[in-house]
């Protein structure tokens, strides 16, 4: 039977994620804590291992209760800083800045959404199947570390490969999890993230070249193709409908398909 096999928040924007059993929404359907804090620029942008790949290096545990980010540098060197206040984040952001060679600080973000990409999208979902499938592409990643690369909130068990891309598309079904109904919204195209090593930042070779074939030549009869820019994607964003501010997910959750939309999906 479909149900919610896992579910994942990344406290820092770019930095290690959490597994948790219970995840809140927050008011614009993300789940909470997750990208609640994000490194910046100078000019107010967040950054992540996209632009900053020694990131990749970093180990980080957050306590959510204490506010706590537990991190260890490249050299080993432990730190704790304290989240919930701005001289904690202040010191957070000198630290890293001061590692990374660079003009950083460390900000939270508002309660509606959290440094998400698309803030108005929703949580990302994956099933283990497509886990699982895209780690047998390739020699030496295994299934966790496919999963650390994709970085999903919500994992899907119980069916098969790639049953996410059938939520997104023209007349595509929803899906409920948790009492939560959600709609597809589109694709995750990938950036170059998922062809490094997790731990290492060191790049698989040929990762794309050899995602782009496997994914061409396993695409599901179910999705609809012109919902995707290209091959070089895997997982949606799902969009959360009806929301009252009470809505949590756990794991174990029952996952069930609509095939009507809900009233006023976009």
Not at 29 to 48: H, I, K, Q, S
Request: hydrophobic residues 40%; proline residues 6%.
């Amino acid at each position: 039977m479909a149900h919610i096999a896992g579910l994942r928040v990344f406290p820092v924007k770019g930095l290690d994620g959490e597994a948790v059993e219970r995840a809140a929404l927050r008011p614009g359907g993300t789940l909470a804590d997750d990208r609640a804090f994000a490194l910046v620029e100078g000019d107010g942008n967040p950054v992540n291992a996209k632009e900053f790949p020694a990131l990749h290096e970093f180990r980080t545990d957050y306590d959510p209760d204490a506010g706590t980010l537990a991190v260890t540098g490249p050299d080993g060197d432990h730190r704790e800083f304290g989240l919930g206040t701005d001289s904690g984040r202040a010191a957070a952001g000198d630290w890293f800045a001061d590692r990374l060679d660079a003009a950083l600080s460390l900000v939270r973000a508002d309660e509606d959404a959290g440094f998400v990409d698309r803030p108005s999208m929703g949580p990302s979902v994956v099933s283990t199947a497509t886990l699982d499938t895209v780690a047998s592409w390739f020699d030496s990643l295994g299934t966790e570390g496919v999963r650390r690369r994709l970085r999903a909130n919500v994992e899907v068990g119980g069916v098969p490969a790639f049953w996410e891309d059938r939520f997104v598309g023209e007349d595509a079904p929803t899906f409920e999890a948790g009492g939560v109904r959600f709609a597809g919204v589109t694709p995750c195209n990938r950036c170059v993230v998922p062809s490094r090593d997790p731990d290492t930042g060191e790049s698989v070779a040929d990762f794309r070249q050899t995602f782009l074939r496997e994914r061409e030549r396993s695409f599901p009869e179910w999705a609809d193709w012109d919902a995707f820019d290209h091959y070089y994607a895997v997982m949606i964003l799902a969009r959360a409908t009806g929301l009252d501010g009470d809505e949590v997910l756990a794991v174990g959750d029952d996952v069930t398909v609509h095939v009507e939309p809900p009233e006023g999906r976009e």
